[in-house]
C-alpha cells in the first residue's frame, strides 16, 4: 500500500520494518510492473484525519537515509552467513 502525504510517496508495505519514502518515477514504475503482472490496482481519495506525520513534513525536508528491511532479512542474513 502506497500513502501520498504533503507531496510525498511512501510505501506503507507491512514486510517493512518501517515506512519507505519512495519518489514518483520509482512508484509509476512499480505500478506497471504489478500492472503488467495482472495484479488490480485500486485508487482511493479523500482526506485523511491530521497526524504528527504531517506536521513535520510541512516543517522539515524529508530524507531517507537507508532503506527499511524487510522483517526477518537480518536473520535470515545471518543464517545464510553461518551456512557458508
Known sequence: MFIFRHEK???LNSLLTGPE???DTYLALFLAQLQQE???I???RG???ECEADQI?????????QRPKLIGE???QRWFEKQT
Open 74 to 76: 537480518d536473520e535470515a
Open 9 to 11: 510517496w511512501f510505501n
Open 42 to 44: 485500486f485508487v482511493i
Open 57 to 65: 513534513l510541512r516543517i522539515m525536508r524529508v530524507e531517507q537515509q
Open 47 to 49: 482526506s485523511l484525519p
Open 21 to 23: 519514502l519512495i519518489s
Open 38 to 40: 495482472g495484479y488490480s
